[in-house]
């Protein structure tokens, strides 16, 4: 009964009121308990900081009192009457200044054994102070001294004594002054002090023995100050405040500190208290002021709440509190009709009625969702009767009552409306079906629907199989999710199953056909790319990658492609992708890509773009393969095919100059041979006289020259062409050169009246070549100027040195050379004017012969011409030695000359001579025996071999061309012999084969030396005699 009363009691706004009023007092009133605890630990702070200067301040004037003390014993100290000993001087003084200082209790002087020599007041007794502290300190330190607590022996009176040294002339203690302070004296002067109320000062020594005390000085003074503690404190803080109890029992604050002196003798302290009750009274009777006063103020606020609380309060809420009884009643209309004044009960009641009307108008809202959640409801149903994707959910977690959805009821076989739980309640069918994962039943918890409630977590993409009844298997993909309470506990499960059987059939079908692809691609090498153009990465198949020389990890972009890209083919690549992209046309490039390790290779890449809804590219793909074999091929066959249409017209070209060649080397043949064969026939005749006989000779000798000449000009061609020709280099004076080749044309200039002009630089160095060679191309270039330059013309020769070479000029004023053919004059087989009807002869070997031969010896040749009938001018460049005579004293001469201390060279020597055709046969007979040497000449290489057996021949020249046997056979033969036979004879091939082939298959048979045919007599005897040691 008395809780629902205070219950009852409490409930009372206006109570709570005057409760809420107490409550706010409460704060007050700590706060002034607080403020006054602050305040009295501020007092006694205070009165803490005011002791302590005040026995400061007391320490001071006695530190004075000390230091006059020490001025006037030192004063003493220097007296006379003092000094000399004398007692009764001593006496009288001392008495005088007695009466001077009341507050000394007595003078004195002290002999070093402690002996008291004089006083005042003056004793008859022996007063010894040996044992006073005063004294030894003094003697000892021989400075001023301050002692303890005493009851003077001449005095009778409580005292503390300071003393002096007397010293003599040597510094040496002769005596000690002392004065005896007197702690009465002390004592008034601290009753003077006008302390508070129940404060005390005591004035204690070191062994805290009471020297002054006040109040009662008479019951305190020469008593211990205090316990052990309090002493030991004050001698190790030597000054500062506690709190403590006094001699009299009563707790104050004190304050402490001592009174230094120059000497070693203890110090003296001075301590002040005062009652704690006194030092913070101020602060008590504040505190007392502050709490009548909110006594006073509460009262008044209470009054206020129990007559104000009704009159501005609770009329107003009980008005708020009939319109809620009438809301909870459902009278949504009702309000409040307050007036919404200003303040919280004001905004209070329009915040009531704004309320009242959300809620009225969330009441229709609710009715209208409710309408509106049914239709929901209504929705979801449909839509769970009739989507396509099989759905389950049990409402518990018992699984005894599983609805399934109509799609998943056909799944399992079963009717839309049947319970497909596998453990139904008792008495009702369980439906058959059976749901595998890799072929084995799942039971129980293992079932998703039941896992997901039991765990209370989601279980996703689970791959299960559901078995019919009439053993059909369906495929199924699905999830399962608890459902939660209001506790956040599993109460039931959802789940989702996709039929993906036919999805499933088709995968494999796609992965058939992709495993086919892949056979096909990887069996024709070919790799697939995927160009994703907004992010621009480019993702390669694994044959792209190893075509590109990418690891399999690497990946690129289209900048990365871009790169790999030869840079000649970038920008076809750039426009191949953009015109793609833009006009939609399919990609087919053929590039070459350049791999990490710098191997080039071709690729041929084949795609097309692909767009989405609004036509934008998004990205392209197609496949690449490598085309380097068949480009590789391709260019290979473009270069034989390149090859081959140059050799074909290099054949063409070759094989009309060879006509054009054949057809001139013909005439040049024959035409010699005409003169010959028409004047033998008229000297055969022998009507010509002797200089028509002579003419006759000159003329066939300078045509059979001619022919020579010719011979030997297409044997060197051969030998340029084959690389075999050999030099004999020494050092050459041009001079001589020129020289030579000016007399072997000078009978031709003669025949055309040409005038040539040597310009001979006589002081010109030497050079480094072939003599024979180097004339040979003087003679050409002189032979072609005179040939081209008609009668009555000019030839100039010129030599000089240009920088630091030889330089051979020959001009003429002549036919000149047309500029189409000019850079075409130094190549072989090639004549201006190759027609019938041409006015000049030759083959076109000359200048293609003398570049050749200059530039073997280091030289250069070239030829200018204003034009035709012009002139032309041939100038050849020829190093100079920079030593020329050092070089030529270090040359052996290459050139072998016949001796001529002998009239006849091949005199004693007996000579074989073989050759098939006997005017050869007469010729050389002829020249070996004017030479001096004893000829046997054989038709036929049996010939010889027999009448090497008879006739013991020096040499061997055999002709090479001849029937059964001939020359390489017939000397493989004389090798086979023995010596004594003649296997080791020398020989030499006389022979019309003059081309290099001939003569190393001539010194391969074992001949020592080749000649070819026609013959020079000196020459032929040059070789026997160099092959026999005749030379």
Not at 104 to 129: E, Q
Not at 823 to 845: A, I
């Amino acid at each position: 009964m008395g809780f629902r009363f205070n219950s009852s009691f409490l409930s009372s706004l206006r109570i709570r009121l005057i409760l809420l009023v107490l409550l706010a007092v409460i704060p007050a009133l700590g706060l002034i308990l607080y403020t006054a605890s602050a305040q009295r630990r501020s007092a006694a702070t205070d009165a803490k900081e005011n002791l302590l200067r005040l026995a400061q301040f007391a320490a001071a004037n006695q530190e004075q009192a000390n230091e006059g003390v020490r001025q006037l014993l030192m004063a003493l100290s220097q007296l006379p009457e003092i000094r000399n000993g004398n007692t009764e001087l001593c006496e009288r003084l001392l008495a005088n200044l007695l009466k001077q200082y009341r507050a000394y209790a007595g003078f004195g002087v002290i002999d070093t054994n402690g002996n008291l020599i004089c006083s005042a007041p003056s004793t008859n007794k022996a007063i010894n102070a040996a044992d006073r502290s005063y004294f030894r300190f003094a003697k000892s330190t021989r400075a001023f001294a301050v002692g303890e607590y005493q009851i003077g022996r001449a005095t009778k009176k409580a005292s503390i004594n300071f003393s002096y040294p007397l010293l003599d002339g040597d510094g040496k203690v002769k005596a000690v002054v002392f004065a005896a302070w007197d702690l009465a004296w002390l004592n008034k002067l601290a009753a003077k002090a006008q302390l508070p109320k129940g404060s005390v000062l005591t004035v204690s020594d070191r062994n805290g023995t009471v020297l002054v005390r006040y109040p009662d000085p008479q019951n305190w003074v020469g008593k211990p100050l205090a316990d052990r503690n309090t002493i030991e404190f004050i001698l190790q803080q030597k000054e500062g405040t506690n709190e403590a109890r006094g001699l009299d029992g009563v707790e104050r604050l004190y304050a402490f500190t001592g009174v230094s002196n120059a000497s070693t003798s203890p110090d003296i302290f001075i301590r002040i208290g005062i009652p704690q009750d006194v030092a913070v009274a101020e602060a008590d009777r504040l505190l007392a002021l502050n709490l009548i006063s909110l006594a006073t103020v509460t009262i008044l606020a209470l009054v206020a709440a129990w007559v104000g609380g009704d009159l501005f309060l609770l009329r107003k809420v009980k008005s708020l509190v009939t319109t809620t009884e009438q809301l909870r009643q459902g009278e949504m209309s009702a309000r409040t009709h307050l007036t919404y004044e200003p303040g919280e009960l004001g905004q209070l009641a329009r915040a009531f009625d704004e309320m009242a009307e959300t809620l009225e108008i969330r009441e229709r809202a609710i009715a209208k969702l409710n309408q509106d959640l049914q239709h929901r409801i209504d929705e979801l149903q449909t839509l769970f009767e009739v989507i396509p994707i099989g759905i389950l959910i049990a409402r518990d977690l018992t699984f005894s009552n599983v609805q399934a959805n109509p799609a998943f009821a056909q799944i399992l076989g079963l009717s839309p409306n049947m319970n497909v739980s596998s453990t139904p309640p008792e008495g009702n069918p369980r439906p058959f079906y059976k749901i595998l994962q890799n072929g084995k039943e799942l039971t129980g918890d293992e079932l998703p629907l039941r896992y997901a409630a039991v765990h209370g977590v989601p279980v996703e993409g689970k791959v299960v199989d559901a078995v019919r009844e009439d053993g059909s298997v369906s495929h199924l993909f699905g999830y399962a999710a608890p459902l939660f309470d209001e506790q956040g506990k599993p109460r039931g499960s959802v789940a989702a199953f996709l039929d993906i059987t036919k999805l499933q059939q088709t995968e494999a079908a796609l992965k058939a056909s992709e495993e086919r692809l892949r056979f096909a691609l990887e069996g024709g090498e070919i790799g697939t790319w995927d160009f994703d153009i907004a992010s621009g990465k480019i993702v390669w198949s694994e044959r792209c990658k190893i075509m590109a020389g990418l690891a399999p990890k690497d990946e690129t972009n289209y900048t990365d492609f871009i790169n790999a890209i030869h840079p000649e083919d970038r920008a076809q690549i750039n426009t191949a992708v953009e015109r793609s992209l833009a006009n939609r046309e399919d990609y087919d490039v053929e590039t070459r890509i350049i791999r990490k390790d710098g191997a080039v290779r071709w690729i041929r890449s084949i795609g097309r773009a692909y767009h989405d809804g609004q036509g934008r590219p998004v990205r392209m793909a197609g496949v690449a393969f490598d085309i380097t074999d068949r480009k590789l091929a391709e260019q290979q066959k473009e270069r034989l095919l390149e090859r081959e249409r140059a050799a074909r017209e290099e054949a063409e070209r070759a094989n009309r100059i060879k006509d054009e060649f054949l057809a001139v080397l013909s005439h040049e043949l024959r035409s010699p041979l005409n003169p010959i064969l028409g004047w033998t026939k008229l000297l055969r005749s022998r009507k010509l006289d002797e200089q028509a006989s002579e003419r006759a000779l000159e003329t066939i000798e300078r045509n059979a020259k001619l022919q020579t000449q010719l011979i030997e000009d297409l044997l060197d061609v051969s030998r340029i062409l084959r690389g075999k020709l050999v030099l004999n280099a020494s050092p050459v004076n041009l001079i001589t050169v020129i020289q030579g080749a000016l007399e072997t044309v000078r009978l031709a200039a003669q025949a055309k009246h040409i005038e040539i002009q040597t310009i001979l630089d006589s002081e010109l160095g030497r050079v480094i070549g072939d003599g024979n060679r180097l004339q040979q191309v003087v003679w050409n270039l002189l032979s072609n100027a005179i040939k081209f330059t008609p009668p009555g013309g000019t030839v100039e020769v010129r030599l000089e040195q240009v920088d630091n070479y030889a330089q051979i000029q020959v001009k003429d004023n002549g036919k000149g050379i047309s500029p189409q053919f000019l850079p075409h004059v130094f190549e072989y087989f090639l004549q201006e004017d190759s027609q019938t009807t041409r006015k000049f002869g030759g083959l076109g070997l000359g200048l293609a012969i003398v570049r050749h031969l200059t530039e073997l010896q280091g030289g250069t040749v070239f030829a200018e011409s204003p034009g035709e009938n012009l002139g032309a001018t041939f100038t050849v460049r020829l190093p100079l030695l920079e030593d020329t005579q050092e070089l030529y004293d270090s040359c052996k001469d290459a050139l072998l000359h016949v001796s001529t201390t002998h009239q006849l060279p091949l005199s004693g020597l007996q000579i074989l001579v073989v050759d098939d055709e006997a005017d050869m046969r007469e010729l050389v007979v002829a020249i070996l025996t004017q030479s001096g040497a004893e000829v046997k000449v054989v038709a036929s290489a049996v010939e010889a071999l027999l009448a090497l057996d008879d006739f013991k021949a020096d040499i061997l020249v055999s002709d090479i061309g001849m029937p059964q046997i001939d020359g390489y056979m017939l000397m493989r033969q004389v090798r086979n012999r023995s010596p004594e036979q003649g296997g080791q004879i020398p020989a030499i091939a006389l022979t019309a084969y003059a081309g290099e082939i001939n003569q190393q298959q001539a010194l391969a048979a074992g001949f020592q030396q080749h000649i070819s045919k026609p013959v020079d007599p000196e020459e032929l005897v040059q070789a026997i005699a160099l092959l026999v040691g005749k030379v």
